[in-house]
């Protein structure tokens, strides 16, 4: 497709000048409206997931409370253990597994649930001839999903074309890829989840026709140091985990108080079917989560407006904070945990100190709905944080931060904002001699704060960068990528 005159080319940051190296533009039909219609407001129809086959990413992956280097999971570093916990006090998913393999042959299924898959004529010898250093792009767009080799992004291995739903979201294990091995898990908006591994074209359908919940999956990814188990969210507003190597069993959720804010139900300890877990979270639709760096916790959002920070190996809800307005539709972990980011309806992003337990800033500089926030790993250290933000309004915001800049604003304010930030110092202070000598606080709700007792953050570079509402941002360390939802894949090449 021809480029038009006012189409972005790049931007100039601080750091110099990004220049757009490639924009893939998916070949995929749209679905119908009638259908859209089933999915939620703020479902992605394009979510890529870059991954690698072999074992050279993996050595990359940095340890706890590091972010991995080459992925562009939410689901942070990838340990095996967590120290100080007993086995009793954790799900079995730090326990390793018999690796069971996917049971049918997608390019001969007769299932009415799978169209199609179109493979490249040349995928074979591709195969043979791969490195170990091959990176693999995973997206769905429309009714499609997609496998192409980042090298070469506008020739796609193979194709999957479903039927009866739309692939909502996707997600890699990192834990047992290998030279002959994927592990890709897919959520689609009739409640399925397909168990996929694209190099033999097996797989397995979970939750199927919503025998364990018939409402749309919003998000899945696999959990933390996990070979078998992965986390799904859905539009009813529960979290459900799965074990992929159990069969399914038709379950109901115990029910429990109005009032509660956290349910946990879970079948008895040896059973031997899904669900391993089921946690009811919100009355409205789940939008997404993401794994903190340490592998404990769970940063959820929804559109009922609420930011959630549940510690997933215990199942216990700690802090429940609010947005400015309206429901939260992305959030994402800093490298070292320390704080989470959330944008969504109310047109900002806020930043959250998870240890502190408070509000940090709120960030202006987007004019509609936040779909996409991201920290990047490279430009990230102890005292100083850069991320970017996409939204609706076709806009790529980057943004810097330092806590000590925060309390001491360097533009001139009024004798209240001054007094507020050394109040809000102070207040840091004494949180943080308490959480020395106390854990953090459990079942906590944080009142929302009005707009003059929380510091503001502007954005250091603000582009429109599509003529399509975005959907995602991802840091690479040679570039930028973002997504829209018209199905353009851009690549943003940073600085020599």
Same mark, same amino acid.
């Given at each position: 497709?021809?480029?038009?005159?006012?189409?972005c080319k790049?931007?100039?940051v601080?750091?110099?000048?990004?220049?757009l190296?490639?924009d893939?533009?998916?070949?995929? @039909?749209?679905?119908?409206?009638?259908d859209?219609?089933?999915?939620?407001?703020?479902s992605?129809?394009l979510?890529p997931?870059v991954?690698s086959?072999?074992?050279?990413?993996?050595?990359?992956?940095?340890?706890?409370?590091?972010?991995?280097l080459?992925s562009? #999971?939410s #689901?942070?570093?990838i340990?095996t253990?967590?120290e100080g916990?007993k086995?009793?006090d954790?799900?079995?998913f730090?326990?390793?597994?018999?690796?069971?393999k996917?049971r049918?042959?997608?390019?001969?299924?007769t299932s009415?649930?799978v169209?199609?898959?179109?493979? #490249?004529?040349n995928?074979?010898?591709?195969?043979?001839?791969?490195?170990n250093?091959d990176t693999?792009l995973?997206?769905?767009?429309?009714?499609?999903?997609?496998?192409?080799?980042?090298?070469?992004?506008k020739?796609?291995?193979?194709?999957v074309?479903?039927?009866?739903?739309?692939?909502?979201?996707?997600d890699?294990?990192?834990?047992?890829?290998?030279?002959?091995h994927?592990d890709?898990?897919?959520g689609?908006?009739s409640?399925?989840?397909?168990?996929?591994?694209?190099?033999c074209?097996?797989y397995?359908?979970?939750n199927k026709?919503? !025998?364990?919940n018939?409402?749309?999956?919003?998000?899945?990814r696999?959990?933390p140091?996990s070979?078998n188990l992965f986390m799904a969210?859905?539009?009813d507003g529960?979290?459900?985990?799965?074990?992929?190597?159990?069969?399914?069993? @038709?379950?109901?959720?115990?029910t429990? #108080?109005?009032?509660?804010?956290?349910r946990v139900?879970?079948?008895?300890k040896?059973a031997k079917?899904?669900?391993?877990s089921?946690?009811?979270v919100?009355?409205?639709? !789940?939008?997404?989560f993401a794994?903190?760096?340490?592998?404990?916790?769970?940063?959820?959002v929804?559109?009922d407006?609420?930011?959630?920070?549940?510690?997933?190996?215990q199942?216990?809800?700690?802090?429940?904070?609010s947005?400015?307005?309206?429901?939260?539709?992305?959030?994402?972990?800093?490298?070292?945990?320390r704080?989470?980011?959330t944008?969504?309806q109310d047109?900002?992003v806020t930043?959250?100190?998870?240890?502190?337990?408070r509000?940090?800033?709120?960030?202006?500089g987007?004019q509609?709905?936040?779909?996409?926030?991201?920290f990047d790993?490279?430009?990230c250290?102890?005292?100083?944080?850069r991320?970017?933000?996409?939204?609706?309004?076709?806009?790529?915001?980057?943004w810097?931060?330092?806590?000590?800049?925060?309390?001491?604003p360097?533009?001139?304010?009024?004798? /209240?904002?001054?007094?507020?930030?050394s109040?809000s110092h102070a207040t840091t202070v004494a949180?943080?001699?308490?959480?020395?000598?106390h854990?953090?606080?459990?079942n906590?709700?944080?009142?929302?704060?009005? /707009?003059?007792?929380?510091?503001?953050?502007?954005p250091?570079?603000?582009?429109s960068?599509d003529?399509?509402?975005?959907?995602?941002?991802?840091?690479?360390?040679d570039?930028?990528?973002?997504?829209?939802?018209?199905g353009?894949i851009?690549?943003?090449?940073r600085?020599?």
């Amino acid at each position: 497709m021809a480029a038009t005159s006012n189409e972005c080319k790049g931007f100039l940051v601080v750091e110099g000048q990004y220049t757009l190296r490639d924009d893939i533009i998916l070949d995929t @039909s749209a679905p119908n409206l009638t259908d859209l219609e089933k999915l939620q407001s703020h479902s992605e129809p394009l979510s890529p997931t870059v991954e690698s086959i072999g074992f050279t990413f993996t050595n990359q992956l940095s340890p706890m409370l590091k972010s991995p280097l080459n992925s562009l #999971n939410s #689901n942070g570093s990838i340990p095996t253990s967590i120290e100080g916990k007993k086995e009793d006090d954790m799900f079995s998913f730090f326990n390793p597994v018999k690796r069971k393999k996917a049971r049918s042959n997608i390019t001969k299924t007769t299932s009415s649930f799978v169209a199609k898959i179109i493979q #490249n004529d040349n995928l074979t010898k591709i195969l043979a001839n791969r490195q170990n250093e091959d990176t693999y792009l995973f997206f769905n767009s429309g009714r499609t999903f997609c496998w192409t080799d980042l090298t070469k992004p506008k020739e796609p291995l193979s194709r999957v074309i479903f039927t009866k739903a739309h692939p909502i979201c996707h997600d890699v294990n990192q834990l047992t890829r290998s030279c002959d091995h994927l592990d890709v898990i897919i959520g689609f908006s009739s409640g399925d989840i397909i168990w996929f591994d694209p190099l033999c074209n097996k797989y397995d359908r979970l939750n199927k026709q919503g !025998v364990i919940n018939n409402s749309s999956v919003t998000m899945v990814r696999w959990m933390p140091g996990s070979e078998n188990l992965f986390m799904a969210s859905y539009s009813d507003g529960s979290i459900i985990i799965y074990d992929k190597e159990k069969d399914d069993q @038709s379950f109901t959720a115990s029910t429990g #108080n109005e009032e509660e804010r956290f349910r946990v139900s879970r079948p008895s300890k040896n059973a031997k079917h899904n669900p391993v877990s089921h946690w009811q979270v919100s009355k409205k639709s !789940v939008t997404a989560f993401a794994f903190s760096p340490d592998c404990q916790h769970v940063a959820i959002v929804s559109v009922d407006g609420c930011l959630r920070i549940i510690d997933f190996v215990q199942e216990t809800l700690y802090d429940t904070y609010s947005s400015y307005f309206g429901g939260l539709l992305c959030v994402c972990w800093s490298p070292d945990g320390r704080y989470v980011l959330t944008g969504g309806q109310d047109d900002l992003v806020t930043i959250w100190a998870f240890r502190e337990q408070r509000i940090v800033a709120r960030c202006q500089g987007h004019q509609s709905w936040v779909t996409g926030v991201s920290f990047d790993p490279w430009r990230c250290d102890e005292r100083n944080y850069r991320f970017g933000s996409v939204g609706e309004d076709t806009k790529l915001l980057l943004w810097d931060f330092s806590v000590s800049a925060l309390h001491k604003p360097k533009s001139p304010g009024s004798h /209240r904002r001054a007094s507020l930030a050394s109040q809000s110092h102070a207040t840091t202070v004494a949180l943080r001699r308490n959480i020395v000598e106390h854990e953090l606080t459990k079942n906590t709700v944080h009142p929302c704060l009005p /707009r003059s007792e929380v510091a503001i953050l502007q954005p250091v570079m603000a582009k429109s960068i599509d003529s399509d509402p975005l959907c995602s941002i991802t840091f690479r360390e040679d570039s930028i990528i973002t997504t829209c939802r018209k199905g353009h894949i851009k690549f943003w090449i940073r600085p020599s």
